[in-house]
Each structure stands twice: as structure tokens, then as C-alpha cells.
């Protein structure tokens, strides 16, 4: 059976390998899971070790492997309605941009899987439902080809469901499948745009952004691919814009291109500047 210590050695040119591509490391509390996230991947390809496995990415010849352990590697946690007095200030600022006469725009940077996007879309197709409101548009993107695969597809376990979707909306905007699985219908679906954005090597998505949520990712990122998705955030996102980090996280010591906002609650706005954040143009009026 595959398995067996995690060597060192292995776990070194992992902890590289995933900050070389994704600017993420490998925290001490995750080590102790590297054979566990890996394993599904060692039974596919018939490796005992993970030495074995780690010899084969650095040999090369399989130019799909390092890809699939990088895969496996990037954390991918995510719930639905994740800290729920966040979508509250969100419908309040997405408000304010409506009434200057403009549809809001959303990223949802770091997605994973897709349950914040998915949170987002319900949020405000129920209140389109009530109000007549169109539904901002949202864009959602991870790094993860894998999670955004499967965000495409809209269907999560019962176990996945239960993780902070209430009952109601369940029933409303989801279909029950056999086995236990929930998928969203594509009325909810059609107004995500999901793509694979890698936020320390790619540009961000085109236009400018009222709101980008990029929630518990800065965690994870080494000082320097940290202050580049800083970097990137800032450029996407409109002067009067703004950005909601995890509850856990901070631009305090960060970034300077971000600063608190009046309403706290880990939502910062962008530092008025005249250099190159201040009107960006990335062709969305």
C-alpha cells in the first residue's frame, strides 16, 4: 500500500515546487498532511513512496504530474456563506455602486471549489427575486484546475452542502442527485464565470472590479508572491473599490496599497494614489 514517512528530502522539493508555482508554503500544520493529500494520486500512478512520487516530477517525462501535485497540494477549504455578516456588507456595497446607475462586478479570487462564488449568486438572485435587481456580475478563479473543474460543475455531498447553506436555499436553488449529491441549477450557475488564474503569475480577469474577495489565500503566500497579488488585486479593482480578506488576515504590514475601511470587518479599500493603481485603464468603462 502506498504510503510510509514523508522524508524530508520529499517534502523540501515539494514545499518549492508548490511555492515556485504558486507562491503558497507549505505551513507546519499541513506538513503532517503532504502523504495524506497525496495519496489518491500515488495509488493512480502505482507509487509506493513519496520519494518515488517526487523522483518522477523531478525526472520530467510526465509533464502532467507536477501539475497534479500541485493539485493536490494548494489548500482548498472552502463552505458556503463562509463568516455570514460579510455577504450583509457586501449586498450594502454592491447597493451603493447600483445606485450610481452601474452594475457591480465581483471576483472571487481564490474560489476553490466554488461555494463563495455559489454564495454570492444566491445572495443576490434572492434579491432579485424580490427587488427585480439584476444580478451582479461575478467572476471566480483559482489557481486549481482541478477545483475550478468542479466548480463548473455545481455539485457538492450532502457533507459539503450542510457546511453553512441553509435548508431553504438548498431546496431553492438546488437539485437533489442519487447518492447524496446536490447539484446547483443553471439558472445560479450562468451567472458565475469561472477560469484558472494563478495570482503571483497571471493577470488579472479584464475590467475593473467594485468588490474582489480573496478570502483566506494571502495565509498561505510566501512575503514576496504575497505583495505581487497585492499588486494584482489593486490594479483590478476601480479607486472607489474594495477588497474583504479572511477573518484572519490583515493588510496591516503587508501592502501600502491598501488601507481599513470605515466599516472594519476585514474589508479594505485602496490608498488614493497618483501612480499606476489610481485609474487603471483595463477596458470596462
Not at 103 to 126: H, K
Not at 196 to 211: E, H, K, R, T, V
Not at 232 to 238: F, G
Request: aromatic fraction near 6%.
Amino acid at each position: 500500500m502506498p504510503g510510509g514517512v514523508v522524508t524530508a528530502q520529499a517534502l523540501t522539493v515539494l514545499a518549492a515546487l508548490l511555492e515556485a508555482r504558486t507562491g503558497q508554503q507549505i505551513a507546519s500544520h499541513r506538513s503532517t498532511r503532504v502523504d495524506t493529500v497525496l495519496l489518491p494520486l500515488m495509488r493512480e500512478r502505482r507509487f509506493d513512496t513519496l520519494d518515488q512520487l517526487v523522483n518522477a516530477v523531478l525526472d520530467g517525462r510526465d509533464p502532467h504530474l507536477a501539475s497534479r501535485v500541485i493539485d493536490a497540494l494548494v489548500n482548498g477549504e472552502s463552505s458556503f456563506f463562509r463568516d455570514p455578516h460579510v455577504f450583509d456588507h457586501i449586498v450594502e456595497r454592491v447597493a451603493e455602486v447600483e445606485r450610481s446607475g452601474r452594475r457591480a462586478r465581483i471576483w472571487s479570487a481564490g474560489c476553490s471549489t466554488g461555494q463563495e462564488p455559489l454564495s454570492l449568486a444566491i445572495v443576490f438572485a434572492d434579491r432579485q427575486q424580490q427587488t427585480g435587481v439584476p444580478i451582479p456580475e461575478i467572476v471566480a478563479t483559482d489557481v486549481s484546475e482541478t477545483a475550478i473543474a468542479r466548480a463548473r460543475t455545481g455539485s457538492y455531498t450532502q457533507f459539503e452542502v450542510q457546511r453553512g447553506m441553509p435548508i431553504r436555499r438548498l431546496v431553492r436553488w438546488f437539485e437533489g442527485r442519487p447518492g447524496d449529491e446536490w447539484t446547483a441549477k443553471p439558472e445560479l450557475i450562468r451567472h458565475i464565470q469561472y477560469r484558472q488564474l494563478n495570482l503571483i503569475a497571471d493577470p488579472a480577469p479584464s475590467g475593473l472590479f467594485d468588490l474582489v474577495l480573496c478570502r483566506n489565500v494571502m495565509l498561505y503566500l510566501a512575503p514576496e508572491p504575497k505583495k505581487r497579488a497585492f499588486q494584482v488585486i489593486a490594479e483590478a479593482l476601480r479607486p472607489s473599490g474594495g477588497l474583504i480578506l479572511g477573518a484572519g488576515e490583515t493588510v496591516i504590514g503587508q501592502t501600502d496599497l491598501f488601507q481599513i475601511a470605515a466599516t472594519g470587518r476585514a474589508v479594505y479599500e485602496k490608498c488614493a494614489t497618483d501612480g499606476p493603481f489610481a485609474t487603471p485603464d483595463r477596458g470596462v468603462a
